[in-house]
């Protein structure tokens, strides 16, 4: 069984200091996992993507993830935020052997304060 | 640039209403999918097709049915609109193979609202 936990539903900043998007995970196999950002009135679009080779995963716009398998925790970071990142984050884990059963975060909010 | 459209960004529909939202993409995937998202309650996978006339259900298909006619295209279906589907219904699709090395894809979302 899978499940993905984002450990804030909201999460605040200022302008130019550090984004931690903190998200666990649990499979009882190889997981994929992903980070896609959702903005006012848009659809997801896909910041990231773990897939079992490297481990620190950088993706658009600056932002990256680092998946530990000890803490099974796949965590989204950003030095230095920026206005335009204010959107909600999902972090989403799906099965790497292949099937449909895709988990959803309940989503972290993020607050970018001037 | 690779794209999922949605053909409505806004809808209002009346109650008892046979409403169509349609999912267009054009990146040749095999695997298609609708959900709503609603707050507090994340997305909800309402149904999925891995391929032209086939679909299965997804965690609440009560109440809705969908068509794949042509690869490229995914229509849900609201049989007899009423007020609790009100929602912002997002569709994407996905490419064939190892789940791990695709992403879905998305369109841009239509909030339907049911009066």
């Known amino acids: 069984a899978q499940s993905v936990t984002q450990l804030d539903s909201h999460v605040s900043v200022s302008e130019g200091t550090p984004v931690l998007l903190r998200c666990n995970y649990s499979s009882s196999y190889s997981p994929s996992l992903f980070w896609y950002v959702q903005h006012p009135n848009k659809g997801l679009q896909l910041l990231l993507k773990y897939t079992s080779a490297a481990t620190l995963v950088k993706g658009i716009n600056g932002f990256e993830a680092e998946f530990k398998k000890s803490e099974t925790s796949f965590h989204l970071t950003k030095p230095s935020a920026h206005m335009s990142d204010a959107a909600e984050y999902f972090c989403v884990v799906s099965p790497n052997t292949g099937g449909f059963k895709t988990i959803f975060g309940a989503g972290t909010r993020l607050f970018v304060k001037a | 640039d690779v794209k999922v459209t949605q053909s409505s960004r806004y809808l209002v529909k009346r109650t008892g209403e046979k409403v169509f939202l349609e999912c267009v993409q054009d990146?040749?995937?095999?695997?298609m999918f609708w959900y709503r998202q609603d707050p507090g309650l994340g997305l909800r996978l309402i149904y999925f097709?891995?391929?032209?006339?086939?679909?299965e259900k997804g965690d609440i298909p009560e109440g809705y049915s969908v068509s794949r006619e042509k690869k490229e295209r995914f229509s849900l279906i609201l049989e007899s609109a009423s007020t609790n589907q009100t929602s912002m219904y997002l569709c994407?699709?996905?490419?064939?193979?190892?789940?791990?090395?695709?992403?879905?894809?998305f369109g841009s979302g239509t909030r339907l609202t049911v009066v």
């Open positions: 990146m040749d995937h095999e695997n």
């Open positions: 994407a699709s996905r490419g064939q193979g190892m789940v791990g090395n695709y992403g879905y894809t």
């Open positions: 097709s891995y391929d032209v006339k086939m679909k």
